[in-house]
């Protein structure tokens, strides 16, 4: 069980928390405008990255808050997390 | 005394004798022994039969690697625990254990057969042999080889026992209690870290246990390990745990413990945890696993009798067992001949020692020589002869062309091997450390930790005692420094200075690091018998060399092809000689094939203490509604649904379900009924942004719904699939009270986050869960309005007044009130929300008030009858995740002018718009006392055989007891065009036509719902 740093709230054990998937991948502000394509890559194309990670995580039995965190996919530890608008 | 038990010595209590059995015959051993020396004890080697081939076969070793002797162990009916390793199973008196895999007995063994029909069983022999006819594999194939090829039985009763889990925190955690280990918790436990100790043995010492003689310090190493163990027990920082292995290393320095509480008892307290499972986070983590003796392979060498060197030594010096009368050493190092020498001067007789180095000239060797024992150099071993135990071995010398040639036959009981030591890398290898091939030790050893771990003494190669224990000593006063300088300041406060280094004196030579590996050189010709690599799975080098004949490379598909290292022992005596073997057979260095992968548990672990007291009424936690108690006090049958207990129907005397459901149908019909709607999923949004953010979410325009008023709103994700749906009602211009499914009501509230917070932060919107603050009680049916009237205070609830989907603040019996007029009954209907608290009184006070209205309870099943009468879908039953609103026939909710709302995008994709798409439609079925079957298939045409055209499915299919008549609900492929076709839905009795109808089956123009 990892332990994850809430930016809000401190190191907690990762059952306190819930995945949220890749970070940093806006919704598209205006989805008419894109092709079925570039509307396909944003809902279901994810980098598989070995090694570092930037990833959505929620506090969900904590805070509550989702924040960002990037973590070595081979290694499992966390180089940091940060707030949700924050860069690493 | 039996034969074979020494006069004196070792760790055992003579004066405790113990009486057990094993496979019906009554043995006695002594406290202190484990089944496996007490057997010996009692000249019994032969333990059990192998997984394959059924051969016999004895004891190997003397701890948890134990691959041949699995037995089942029984206390009574449910406590029956099958593949214990008797190497670890503690004597108790009256201590129960049977063999296993056998049939009808260990020494007649019908399964042995087997064997002489082995070359039908070669390595995947399921995937080549059992290929044709293709259903004689689930009816005869299968079974047949799940019986032939099983281990233990599982227990047929529930397990009465208790398990205890805790969690703990340390700054250092130290596994094995060895010499290293317990040097390790020494230097930790003096700097002030807090300490864990665990160790997998009933008591700690590890391979000094069986060393008497070894002298640390100037004091016996016994005293030694006593001395050691009571000043770590003294320190309040320290806890020590025998009896505990650490099975599993996580990230994070998250390991877990089972620690076994009453399993070496003979009479458990009855209310005493059976195991303890510990989930400790370790600041940093020692390693001091110590290192396993390799065999070696040669034919015919799993014939009971024959075991590890260290192993007898074991038995002779901890357990007093001597393990023969005559035996033959074959070894390729020294330290074996320390067995040898240690049973010669016990007495025993050692006939020769086959040593397969070209000289033996070390100071051991020496020993022996001048002890008398021939030793013959240059050695190999030809087969050896015996069934039940080993009789005779045929060793060989290595000829000058890189053969070998018949030396001589030598009679004998027992046989020991050696083909080095395996450093215990396994727990280091699942903290995802990087191994790294050592040439001197033939073996991989840690190299680059991926966690605050390190390894100490035999677990990294470095052998010998004095070495272990200074290594030890070093490891853990390291461990402690970096668990210091990961602690915060302040946590950090009980650890100083780090433990000097120090010097343990011994009186034992220090050993040379020797190894050998893989098969031992053989002749030209084939040898008669097999020689086993990995006993438990009963894989030997042929089966190695044909997995790679066949094109085998890499070593995890050798591995899986041939099963080698895939048992219970996860190969812990197995896995380097099959590299190696697999390695010589490809012509590639060793590091260059690679390892497989250590994977957690280290030893077969109990559900038990997984699973704690996560069982039965505590498995999960369990909701109920305010109104819980009131049908349980009428007698009603519940249901879970998510994690609540919702009343399914409220039988009365003699009526089974059916007949309860049709009679409070009739009754919500006809007069009312009275439903628990309490579960309903509640989310209060509000701010100035809260219209807007809904706007966003759900398919509907939410702009223009006045206060006062609610909408059946429908949710998608952004793929376009419907994903939950419900009532949203407007309270204040900036206040919308949201219903959701029962089950849906987690996610919704997380996608909600989501989105308010990493996509709309210009929103200003707060989410609230409601759930449980309101108690809803649905009234529905014609007569529910009269039955309100007389109880909401300053409301008009006229049909004028108070139209459907009409919402408002009011006061019934004297409490707050908020009244939806809503139904999914599709009679006119009210849902009364009053705080959770008075829920029971307000429904009590209605209940009454109904009586004079044929008021009726009713459950979830009548529910969903009544809604399916209407046609009203119900997410996850009637959608999958992959129907879109239009599928569902719920396009006229989308708010048309909107330029956006989650899911919109992929609504507009083509082929969400195809007209084969699968959509929403009634079927009713020609015969209207058939009710389809949930699931059932559709096919356009009576007759098909597989592959069969499929049209669709049925989603739901009730009894309808107002049409008298059979209704079911349907995802068919264009099916809105296929109004009024005959289709069929094919079952084992034949098909059964089905005209396909509108999905609304009652009241279409809703004029019931208005009334």
């Known amino acids: 069980m990892l332990i994850i740093a809430c930016p809000y709230c401190g190191p907690r054990p990762e059952i306190e928390f819930s995945y949220g998937g890749q970070a940093h991948i806006a919704r598209p502000t205006q989805p008419a405008q894109l092709d079925d394509e570039a509307w396909g890559a944003f809902l279901y194309l994810r980098d598989n990255t070995k090694g570092l990670y930037a990833e959505r995580w929620r506090h969900s039995h904590g805070c509550g808050r989702f924040f960002n965190a990037v973590r070595d996919t081979t290694t499992d530890h966390f180089t940091t997390t940060y707030k949700v608008g924050e860069r690493p | ?1011």
């Open chain 2, 1 to 1011: 005394m039996s034969a074979f038990r020494t006069p004196a010595g070792g760790r055992i209590e003579r004066s405790q004798p113990v009486s057990f059995s094993f496979d019906g015959h009554i043995y006695s051993g002594f406290a202190g022994d484990t089944l496996a020396s007490a057997l010996l004890a009692a000249g019994v080697h032969l333990v059990g039969r192998s997984f394959k081939y059924h051969r016999p076969r004895g004891i190997l070793a003397a701890g948890s690697e134990e691959p041949n002797g699995l037995v089942t162990v029984r206390r009574d009916a449910a406590r029956v625990t099958p593949n214990l390793r008797v190497t670890q199973v503690e004597l108790y008196d009256g201590l129960v254990a049977s063999s296993q895999n056998r049939w009808p007995s260990l020494t007649r063994d019908f399964g042995r057969i087997n064997d002489a029909l082995s070359r039908f069983f070669p390595a995947g022999f399921y995937y080549k042999t059992f290929m044709w006819p293709r259903l004689a594999w689930k009816a005869l194939y299968e079974p047949i080889i799940r019986r032939a090829a099983g281990l233990g039985s599982a227990p047929t009763e529930p397990d009465p026992d208790r398990y205890a889990q805790r969690y703990a925190h340390c700054d250092v955690l130290v596994v094995g209690a060895g010499p290293a280990g317990l040097a390790a918790a020494l230097a930790a436990a003096s700097s002030g870290a807090r300490v864990i100790l665990c160790d997998e043995q009933s008591e700690f010492g590890g391979s000094l246990l069986s060393e008497a003689a070894t002298m640390i310090d100037g004091i016996g190493a016994l005293q030694w390990i006593s001395n050691t163990v009571a000043a770590l027990a003294q320190n309040p920082r320290v806890t020590l745990l025998s009896r505990t292995t650490a099975f599993g290393y996580f990230p994070h320095n998250f390991l877990g413990l089972n620690e076994r509480l009453t399993e070496h008892l003979a009479h458990p307290k009855a209310d005493a945890a059976r195991e303890r499972l510990w989930q400790v986070r370790a600041r940093s983590v020692v390693l001091a696993t110590g290192a396993l003796e390799r065999p070696l392979v040669f034919p015919g060498n799993d014939r009971p009798g024959i075991l590890l060197a260290g192993a007898a030594r074991t038995y002779l010096n901890r357990y007093g067992v001597k393990v023969g009368s005559v035996g033959v050493l074959v070894t390729a190092v020294d330290s074996a001949y320390q067995a040898a020498l240690d049973l010669h001067a016990a007495g025993v007789r050692i006939a020769a020692i086959a040593d397969v180095r070209p000289q033996a000239t070390g100071a051991l060797p020496e020993q022996a020589r001048q002890a008398g024992i021939e030793i013959i150099p240059a050695a190999s071993v030809l087969g050896t002869q015996g069934d039940l135990r080993v009789t005779s071995i045929d060793l060989a010398t290595h000829t000058a062309g890189g053969g070998v040639q018949f030396a001589k036959r030598v009679a004998c009981d027992f046989v020991l091997m050696s083909g080095g030591y395996n450093p215990s890398v396994h727990l280091f290898s699942q903290s995802r450390g990087k191994l790294a091939w050592s040439e001197a030790h033939l073996a991989f050893i840690p190299e680059i930790s991926a966690e605050r771990e390190v390894s100490a003494g035999a677990a990294r190669g470095v052998y010998g005692l004095a070495a272990a224990l200074e290594d030890g000593h070093a490891q853990g006063a390291a461990a402690a420094a970096a668990a210091a300088s990961a602690a915060s300041a302040a946590s950090a406060a009980g650890i100083g200075n780090a433990a000097a280094p120090r010097r343990f004196a011994v009186n034992v030579a220090p050993v040379s690091v020797e190894a050998y590996l893989g098969a031992l050189p053989s002749a030209t010709a084939p040898a008669k018998d097999k020689a086993f690599v990995d006993w438990q799975h009963d894989v030997t080098t042929r089966d190695l060399a044909l997995a790679t004949r066949e094109g085998f490379r890499s070593i995890e598909h050798v591995k899986r092809y041939t099963t080698t290292g895939m048992a219970t022992d996860q190969g812990k005596t197995s896995n380097l000689n099959a590299l190696a073997i697999v390695a010589k057979t490809l012509n590639l260095p060793i590091p260059q094939v690679g390892l497989t992968s250590f994977r957690m548990p280290y030893t077969p672990t109990s559900f038990g203490s997984f699973a704690g007291t996560s069982r039965g009424d505590l498995f999960d936690p369990l909701r109920k509604t305010p109104i819980h108690s009131w049908a349980v006090e009428r007698g009603a049958v519940f249901e879970p649904v998510a994690l609540w207990t919702r009343a399914r129907y409220f039988p009365r005397s003699g009526e089974d379900m059916h007949a309860a459901v049709a009679r409070e149908c009739l009754a919500v019909r006809e007069r009312c009924g009275i439903f628990d709607a309490s579960t309903l999923g509640k989310i209060e949004v509000v701010g100035g942004g809260a219209a807007e953010f809904l706007n966003r979410l759900y398919i509907n325009s939410w702009t223009y719904l006045g206060v006062g008023k609610s909408r059946y709103g429908i949710l998608l994700r952004d793929d376009g699939f419907v994903y939950d749906d419900g009532v949203v009602a407007r309270l204040a211009p900036d206040r919308f009270h949201v219903t959701t499914t029962t089950g849906g009501a987690p996610r919704v509230l997380a996608m909600m986050e989501d989105y308010r917070q990493t996509e709309w932060s210009d929103l200003e919107v707060w989410l609230t869960s409601t759930t449980e603050q309101w108690a809803v009680i649905a009234v529905q049916g014609p007569e529910a309005r009269r039955v309100l009237e007389t109880l909401v205070e300053g409301l008009d609830i006229s049909a004028a007044a108070f139209p459907h989907m009409s919402v408002a603040h009011g006061r019934i019996c004297g409490v707050p009130m908020l009244l939806f007029r809503v139904s999914f009954s599709g009679e006119l209907g009210f849902e009364v929300n009053v705080p959770a608290d008075y829920g029971l009184a307000v429904w009590e006070a209605i209940y009454a008030a109904g009586q004079a209205y044929g008021m009726t309870p009713y459950g979830t099943e009548t529910m969903h009858v009544l809604r399916a009468e209407k046609g009203y879908i119900i997410v996850g039953q009637d959608t999958d995740g992959t129907m879109t609103p239009d599928d569902v026939g719920l396009s006229w909710a989308i708010g048309k002018t909107k330029a956006d709302f989650v899911g919109k995008r992929s609504l507009q994709r083509a082929s969400m718009n195809a007209p084969t798409r699968k959509q929403l439609v009634g079927l009713r079925t020609r015969d209207p006392n058939v009710v389809l079957e949930e699931g059932a298939q559709i096919t356009a045409s009576p007759g098909q055989t597989p592959p069969m055209q499929l049209l669709g499915h049925v989603t739901s299919s009730y009894y309808s007891p107002v049409l008298k008549s059979s209704i079911a609900l349907a995802m068919v492929s264009g099916g809105r065009a296929r109004a009024g076709q005959t289709l069929y839905v094919p079952m084992p009795r034949g098909d059964i036509a089905v005209e396909v109808t509108s999905p609304v089956f009652y009241d279409p123009t809703g004029a019931r719902i208005n009334a």
